[in-house]
């Protein structure tokens, strides 16, 4: 499963990815850099301890500033994370409006700059954003 | 079906038992309405039953009232108080209209009065059966999916659907009179604009839902953040490593196809970034249209490496995948030693499926009659069958001991039909053993193959064997002392069960490693021509006597039939494989690492092309070039994979003269068969000669 895991990680553009549980939203596992895809919003918020609470990790000592930057990387996973599941149960509920027999199988979310490869699972579900191919 | 013919009679049953009830109430008020003739009592009873009407009609719908002015036109709403009493409703206005006669008791809204009256007493009625056709009962049914909480809504959403269109089929309107057809027609609009309406309410009903759902989770996001252990419980169960190995494969898939192609290329944009598809880009041989092309390397660094590759095979059903065998990695003594890895055409990092074994696999090939099936023999001398919905382990597996094989197996079939079929193994002790697919536990039939008499020695160690396209009881094996012998599976006409001790087909010196029948499907019949590799570094092509022909002929024991044809090369040839849609097109694979592929149609003295597979990303160690095995895929005959001592599959394709079943001429068959029939002439004024 590492194995897997970790060759997903190296392949050519791919950006982060994140496995959650389908039915609450929970993180389960990521990987990658999230916070470049979309920076955690609500980190000045959350960010209690820390002054310089901004994402730009420039600021702070050199301890501080792991520390702010894992939180981002957290939070900016948990809030794509919510995106994502938000934007999945719309596109299912599209899917069991037009048949209550069918099921989701692959998102494909194509957009100018990245992809967004989702696979729900009925438990589970993957997301992979990763570089299109130049274009 | 029958349960809801069951639901539509239970109901008839209770509106005929509501119907009679009614009827009997309503006699009685008339009677107890003669009794007491006062007006004024009358006006004043009549007050309180409108008064109470008016609040249990009130409270339960208001919209009733005016459904109970015309309950035929109204459509019944899916709701089976309401719409029973709509029912009861237009019966009412016939059974009520005697009352309304009656002097002293004109009043308009007299109809609605008694209409939910029968609503206290539906459910105290026993079901009677009685046959009467009511269209609404329909509303009846979706009742229950109606009520139940939110969960359920899209799967009523669905039974309304179903119902709507069953609507025609489950009214039997042969026994409806063409009024009755009418209003059918009409409740049957009603009840479809209901249902447009409801579906809208359920559909923002969904709506709400998931904004409120979605809205929850943004909210409580923090707060179900799962704790250490959680997770670990998480992604420890076996349903997460399930998971991540199924998304992972799909992932990787749509990535690597993306890479290929890109779908949203704009072609308009940009020309000049479009790479140069010229015939020198990547690792190409071969020219123009005879042109061979390296697609694909597969290679797993942690189950390939250090084994080789000893048998390639595509699948017939799904012509992306590849199986590959390998032999021990002799660096891992905890791995299993043979594996066999499935790689997909559209998946490149990693095999679709790993199947292991206890042993080295020298031997496996896909089923051709079950596309799940894949069938393998070892070195320990087990057949093994594995099924790509099972995991990594045989399904199936042949006693060591016993009646089965105790010598490497090299070679394994399956022959026969979609309905009747065998696995058929040899092992180097010169044992054949014929297998149930369903039942490995004993061979069906077993024999045992020896040297004919002129030879000294009794063994035959088979290396190969292979069948022809028409009879599965007739094969050839190549043998290590190198001559290929014809068997028969069966006592027949002058031959007995076993090695054919008429003809053998010698002309090879060293061991033979593969034998090829053509696979022979066009207007010209060449299955009778084969395709030998051997240690002894050429290819020889044969044709070879019908076995039923061989019967007929009165020779001497043991002739030899010399080859047709040689092709002799500059090193050991491992394998020689027939097109499997061109007539004259094989391809072969040497220990110099090169693939050649041969059209005797135009050539037969050296190959039109040839190629080597791109190095490995390992580096080579001396020696490792060295190219075991051959595979074309069998559909459209375009694609070839290869492998050998340095464990990676190489895919090519081939140009549209050497593949692909669009571009084969009729012509080429019949010069294939010109030029066997020259060789026929050469060979026998040779042995006149002699």
Not at chain 1, 108 to 125: D, G, N, S
Not at chain 2, 431 to 440: E, F, G, Q
Not at chain 2, 445 to 471: H, I, R, V
Request: proline share 7%; net charge negative.
């Amino acid at each position: 499963m590492e194995e897997a895991l970790h060759r997903l990680s190296k392949k050519p553009g791919v950006k982060a990815w994140l496995m959650l549980d389908r039915t609450n939203g929970a993180v389960l596992k990521t990987n990658g850099q999230i916070a470049t895809v979309r920076p955690a919003k609500s980190s000045a918020t959350a960010n209690g301890n820390s002054s310089s609470s901004l994402p730009t990790p420039t600021g702070g000592s050199f301890s501080t500033d792991v520390q702010t930057n894992t939180n981002n990387e957290t939070l900016a996973a948990q809030e794509l994370a919510s995106l994502v599941w938000s934007f999945l149960s719309s596109a299912g509920g599209l899917i069991d409006d037009i048949d209550s027999e069918d099921e989701l199988k692959l998102l494909r979310l194509r957009t100018k700059k990245q992809e967004f490869v989702i696979v729900p699972e009925p438990k589970y579900l993957l997301v992979v954003i990763h570089d299109t191919p130049p274009a | 079906m029958q349960q809801r013919r069951d639901e539509i009679l239970a109901k008839k049953a209770k509106l005929a038992e509501l119907k009679r009830q009614r009827e009997l109430r309503a006699t009685q008020t008339n009677a107890g309405r003669l009794a007491a003739p006062t007006s004024g009592q009358k006006n004043d009873r009549k007050r309180e039953i409108e008064d109470m009407i008016e609040r249990l009609v009130g409270d339960s719908r208001p919209s009733s009232i005016a459904g109970a002015m015309s309950p035929g036109r109204r459509g019944s709403r899916p709701n089976s108080v309401l719409s029973g009493g709509e029912l009861s409703a237009a019966e009412n206005s016939e059974y009520t209209s005697p009352t309304n006669a009656h002097p002293g008791l004109a009043v308009p809204a007299q109809p609605q009065v008694l209409t939910t009256v029968p609503l206290q007493t539906i459910f105290e009625c026993p079901p009677s059966p009685v046959k009467e056709t009511f269209s609404y009962s329909k509303g009846v049914q979706t009742t229950d999916d109606w009520t139940p909480p939110a969960s359920a809504r899209p799967r009523a959403i669905s039974e309304l659907d179903d119902d709507d269109l069953n609507a025609p089929t489950s009214t039997p309107s042969k026994r409806m009179s063409r009024w009755g057809r009418g209003r059918e027609e009409e409740l049957r609009q009603n009840i479809r604009n209901e249902i447009e309406e409801e579906l809208k309410a359920a559909r923002d009903l969904v709506a709400d839902g998931v904004l409120q759902s979605s809205s929850v989770a943004a909210s409580n996001f923090p707060a179900r953040a799962l704790t250490s252990e959680e997770l670990a419980a998480v992604t420890a169960s076996d349903e997460f490593v399930d998971f991540v190995e199924r998304s992972t494969k799909v992932i990787e898939r749509a990535l690597d196809m993306g890479n290929e192609y890109d779908i949203l290329t704009d072609y308009s944009l940009q020309a000049h970034d479009i790479e140069d598809e010229d015939e020198q880009a990547g690792n190409t041989g071969g020219k123009g249209r005879r042109r061979v092309k390296e697609i694909v390397q597969f290679y797993d660094d942690r189950w390939s490496k250090k084994r080789m590759i000893s048998s390639l095979d595509f699948s017939p059903k799904y012509p992306e995948l590849v199986l590959a065998s390998y032999t021990k990695n002799p660096s891992a003594p905890h791995d299993p030693d043979g594996i066999i890895q499935v790689w997909n055409q559209h998946l490149h990092d990693r095999p679709e499926f790993l199947f292991h074994a206890q042993s080295d696999i020298l031997a496996a090939k896909f089923s051709p009659f079950h596309p799940n099936l894949i069938i393998g023999g070892t070195y320990s001398g087990q057949v093994l069958l594995w099924d790509t919905r099972a995991k990594t382990a045989p399904v199936q597996k042949t006693p060591l001991t016993g009646s089965g094989h105790s010598h490497p197996v090299y070679s394994v079939d399956i022959v026969g039909t979609q309905n009747a079929n065998n696995i058929i193994s040899v092992s180097t002790d010169g044992a054949l053993c014929v297998w149930s697919v369903d039942m490995l536990s004993q061979p069906q039939e077993s024999l045992t193959l020896t040297t004919p008499p002129p030879n000294k020695f009794e063994d035959l160690a088979p290396t190969t064997m292979a069948f022809p396209q028409a009879d599965p009881t007739y094969f050839l094996v190549g043998s290590e002392e190198g001559p290929i012998y014809p068997c028969h599976r069966y006592d027949r006409a002058g031959a007995k069960a076993g090695v054919d001790s008429r003809v053998s087909y010698k002309g090879h010196a060293a061991p033979v490693v593969s034998v090829d029948f053509h696979p022979a499907r066009g207007p010209v019949d060449l299955g009778d021509l084969i395709l030998s590799s051997s240690l002894d570094w050429s290819v020889k092509l044969w044709k070879v006597r019908a076995p039923a022909a061989t019967s007929t002929i009165v020779e001497s024991a043991g002739t030899a039939i010399p080859p047709l044809l040689e092709f002799v090369r500059e090193d050991v040839v491992y394998d020689a494989k027939w097109s499997p849609v061109r007539p004259g097109v094989f391809a072969l694979v040497d220990g110099a690492g090169s693939l050649e592929l041969w059209d005797i149609t135009v050539e037969t003295e050296i190959p039109v092309a040839k190629i080597s597979p791109t190095p490995g990303k390992g580096g080579r160690q001396l020696l490792s070039k060295s190219l075991n095995k051959v595979a074309w895929e069998t559909t459209d005959g375009k694609r070839l994979a290869t492998g050998g001592i340095d464990a990676v599959v190489s895919l090519f394709e081939v140009g549209p003269d050497l593949g692909g079943k669009e571009a084969v001429r009729n012509d080429e068959w019949t010069s294939v068969k010109k030029l066997v029939a020259r060789l026929e002439a050469i060979s026998a004024g040779v042995i006149g000669v002699a």
